[in-house]
């Protein structure tokens, strides 16, 4: 079975400037695949970016990169140059091989402050 | 392209009635994925469906149900609903099964159901 933990209830970060969320998992596949998802007050989950357990490289997407580190199974979300529309929740999530649905952390609350 | 659309957004029921909310995946897609989001124990797994078949179930009551129809839109059913059944339910979908991809799950808004 697969787990996430978030140990960030909540985080609060200076517009323009930089945050990581961080993201721990617990797996016992060999192969699977990291998500990060954003979801604002509206209630939709926002995909922002995927890291595939065999990637030799960190995924980039715009103002956001994963910082994946397999041995320390951590697959923190940095965001670079926070805006103030950055302000929702965050979640980590993670997919193992075979029929094993999505699974999501707790989240992050993250305010961004002007 | 019209995204993954949920009906109703909210609806406020009591104790003991039968819930039904509907999910319109994006054109194309024929895996509808559905989570219940509360404050308490965050995003859970309901169920997935695929070409009308259910491929996967979560850790739910039978009170919990779904369905999908040919054109693949969904919908799921609570029935003799509780308190704790209070939550935002969450439908998803992808072009195929979402465990036989490494894709992203597309979501709706959600239907927020409250249970007085």
């Known amino acids: 079975a697969q787990k996430i933990t978030q140990t960030q209830p909540g985080m609060f970060v200076q517009e323009k400037e930089a945050v990581t969320l961080d993201c721990t998992y617990d797996t016992s596949d060999q192969s699977y695949g990291l998500f990060w998802y954003k979801q604002p007050s509206s209630g939709e989950m926002i995909f922002l970016i995927y890291?595939?357990?065999?990637?030799?490289q960190n995924a980039a997407e715009g103002r956001y990169s994963l910082n994946f580190q397999k041995a320390r199974k951590s697959a923190n979300l940095v965001i670079s140059a926070s805006q103030l529309g950055d302000s929702a929740m965050y979640f980590c999530a993670m997919r193992g091989l075979g029929h094993t649905p999505l699974v999501f952390g707790k989240g992050t609350r993250l305010s961004v402050i002007a | 392209k019209a995204g993954v659309t949920q009906t109703p957004r909210y609806l406020i029921k009591t104790r003991g009635q039968q819930v039904t909310l509907s999910c319109s995946p994006i054109s194309g897609h024929r895996s509808v994925s559905w989570y219940q989001q509360t404050p308490g124990q965050g995003l859970q797994f309901l169920f997935e469906y695929f070409s009308e078949t259910q491929r996967n179930k979560g850790n739910f009551p039978g009170r919990f149900s779904g369905r999908q129809f040919s054109n693949s839109r969904s919908e799921m059913n609570v029935s003799t609903l509780e308190l704790g059944d209070s939550a935002l339910y969450l439908c998803?979908?992808?072009?195929?099964?979402?465990?036989?991809?490494?894709?992203?799950?597309?979501f709706g808004e959600g239907s927020r159901l409250t249970v007085l």
């Open positions: 998803a979908s992808t072009p195929i099964p979402s465990t036989e991809n490494t894709g992203e799950l597309f």
């Open positions: 890291q595939g357990s065999y990637d030799e």
